[in-house]
């Protein structure tokens, strides 16, 4: 049964190589795809909110309020909500209760207004009480998960980062909301990725509710939790990299890589949403015949049944007619261009931050250009408004 609630596929960007090529480049991709309905997992959900003096500003605490107000609205009566504002201080205003009062909740949300916590910025404090409540619900059949708004820096930076690493230990994910132009996104996109949540830059106060809605209703769309993907490789086969690609494009570099063993987290998987990674692989020379290049296992633990495991070999044919290696899957190679685009934008950010503002314009424009070939409008113009922004 919980094996159909999920289809693994695996694809090579060419099915044909060169027998006598010295390296054989390709790419493998491993894609899982929910099949069956989420919403059987209960939510575990904590919210985190800076509620220091900067909130005031641009009606930024308002939208949080409002935001808040409709987390509670579509509660269900399996799930559980906490509620803490942090400044210098943190303080617990809902604790975690399952099937709240929606009267109590709002009134609860209401009084962070009135909550002296102080006007500096002690993340960490917020994120240790959050752990606390989420304790008392925490189970491995829910989504647990933190929901983190700040809008500026946090003194306290180092002990943000071991409670992450608590979190993801314990099974939380902490999901990440930056709200103007001071935050520091390296620490917030750290938290979020170390623990499997999303993060979220939010340079208008008035999108916030929109995002707390995109986060909420991910949560209550679990299909199945802890999913890990594993590529088992033949001898003198090399991955030299990883990316993931959907829903987002991550480099992961040769972390997941051990030997002849690549192991990607991939957290838990929504209902209508693939998630993929995509691995740079060398394959070695040999005669011309049909070898299986990878052993692709997928595990996903299904609420009530347990570890379900998934296993599909792919396959690469070696040949001796080099036309036939001109044979290319579209499917690969279009998400192959994406990251390549991502690489020209990790790159501009770091021109940027050296200071090479006209190094950072012209690759931007490179990715504009490409995006523009590959038919996606929205990032088009995204990398359009940074480079002119860059140009300013």
């Not at 220091?52 to 308002?62: A, F, I, Q, V």
């Not at 617990?92 to 929606?102: E, G, H, I, Y």
């Not at 009134?107 to 102080?118: F, K, L, N, W, Y």
Request: hydrophobic share 40%; net charge negative.
């Amino acid at each position: 049964m919980g094996a159909e609630l999920v289809s693994l596929s695996c694809l090579a960007s060419r099915d044909v190589v060169l027998a006598s090529e010295e390296n054989n480049l390709v790419y493998f991709l491993v894609e899982l795809t929910p099949s069956g309905p989420g919403g059987s997992v209960a939510t575990n959900v904590c919210l985190v909110v800076d509620v220091s003096g900067s909130m005031y500003e641009e009606g930024r605490l308002d939208n949080v309020l409002l935001a808040a107000k409709h987390v509670v609205e579509v509660l269900r009566p399996v799930d559980t909500l906490a509620l803490i504002p942090f400044a210098t201080e943190a303080k617990v205003v809902l604790p975690a209760t399952t099937n709240p009062d929606r009267a109590r909740a709002r009134t609860s949300i209401d009084r962070i207004e009135e909550t002296d916590v102080g006007g500096g910025t002690n993340m960490a404090k917020g994120m240790r009480l959050a752990l606390a409540e989420l304790e008392k619900q925490l189970g491995t059949n829910r989504d647990n998960r933190v929901m983190l708004l700040t809008d500026g820096e946090t003194s306290d930076e180092a002990e943000c980062r071991s409670l992450a690493e608590s979190y993801a230990q314990k099974g939380i994910k902490c999901s990440t909301f930056g709200v103007g132009s001071t935050f520091n996104e390296t620490l917030l996109t750290t938290i979020s990725d170390a623990t499997g949540g999303n993060a979220y830059y939010i340079d208008n106060p008035s999108r916030i509710p929109e995002l707390f809605q995109k986060e909420i209703g991910e949560a209550q769309s679990v299909v199945v939790q802890r999913t890990r993907l594993r590529l088992l490789l033949p001898e003198r086969i090399e991955v030299r990299r990883i990316w993931t690609v959907r829903p987002e494009i991550r480099d992961l570099g040769v972390k997941p890589v051990q030997g002849r063993l690549a192991e990607v987290f991939m957290g838990d998987l929504y209902q209508s949403e693939t998630k993929s990674i995509l691995a740079e692989v060398l394959l070695p020379p040999r005669r011309p015949n049909t070898y299986r290049v990878a052993g692709v296992e997928a595990s996903f633990f299904v609420p009530g049944q347990g570890e379900i495991k998934l296993s599909q070999d792919l396959t690469i044919e070696y040949s001796d007619d080099p036309s036939r290696r001109r044979e290319v899957n579209p499917q690969v190679m279009a998400l192959l261009d994406r990251v390549s685009v991502f690489k020209m934008q990790t790159r501009a950010l770091q021109a940027a931050g050296a200071g090479d503002a006209n190094l950072a314009t012209k690759l931007l424009g490179e990715a504009a250009a490409k995006t523009r070939r590959l038919g996606d409008p929205n990032l088009t113009r995204a990398l359009e408004e940074a480079a002119t922004e860059l140009q300013r």
